[in-house]
């Protein structure tokens, strides 16, 4: 049975993260049937991509290169009862392991499922380019935001869960980049794995998410600025 080892990240103490979230209400119960490790940072003001580098170097210290990382958000959930099973077969399909993406990468595109017209508005992707679904909401049933058939290569996906074996960044070199707190660390992530050949791709495990995810406001439109700073388009 493959190891898995959750990241997560959240601005709750200990006892709210188990009461309040739906990762904290979920990870006991995946216990009861697998081995599943927890790196939690709590009460967390420090970027996504720090914690997550901080959590590859360690893995590679170790030495298991068939270890999955699952990063993922703290208001998520998985609703496959046999998901480490699922996922661990899905990160030998591909390299980098997400369950909502899209099949290509346009200019200036704002989301992993939106684009940008030429006035500089933001407008839903095509689904026949996009794969994957996620609920939104506390409980299921949800609203379920059908993206498209999984299972296809991608190259960009949402950061809300990202899976690797620690092989990956071993042979690849592939970390987050720090410039990108929150916002846009995931599209970033999946550029820098496109050019370093590291293949991605949505499998077919359903989630929950309680965000529906934010595309204004001033820090959004920063880290928009700081990746087309960084990229170009």
Not at 64 to 84: E, M, N, Q
Not at 101 to 129: M, S
Not at 145 to 167: H, I, N, Q, S, T
């Amino acid at each position: 049975m493959n190891r898995v080892r959750m990241v997560s990240a959240s601005r709750l103490t200990g006892e709210r993260f188990e009461a309040d979230t739906l990762l904290g209400r979920s990870i006991n119960e995946w216990r009861r049937r697998y081995p599943i490790e927890l790196s939690l940072y709590l009460e967390n003001q420090v970027g996504l991509p720090t914690l997550y580098n901080k959590d590859i170097e360690q893995a590679l210290s170790e030495g298991d290169d068939d270890l999955i990382l699952a990063f993922l958000h703290d208001d998520v959930t998985l609703l496959d009862f046999f998901w480490p099973d699922r996922l661990a077969e899905w990160t030998r399909t591909f390299d980098i392991v997400g369950l909502a993406g899209n099949v290509r990468r346009t200019p200036f595109q704002p989301t992993w499922g939106h684009l940008r017209d030429a006035a500089g508005g933001i407008f839903p992707e095509e689904e026949a380019n996009l794969c994957g679904a996620v609920g939104h909401g506390e409980v299921f049933p949800s609203s379920i935001g059908y993206y498209g058939k999984p299972g296809r290569e991608c190259l960009l996906m949402d950061g809300l869960f990202l899976a690797a074996r620690v092989e990956v960044f071993r042979r690849s070199g592939l970390r987050f980049d720090p410039r990108f707190p929150f916002h846009f660390y995931d599209l970033d992530f999946c550029r820098q794995a496109e050019v370093l050949g590291v293949r991605m791709g949505v499998a077919p495990i359903p989630a929950l998410h309680c965000s529906g995810g934010s595309y204004q406001g001033d820090r959004w439109l920063k880290g928009y600025g700081d990746y087309l700073a960084k990229w170009g388009s």
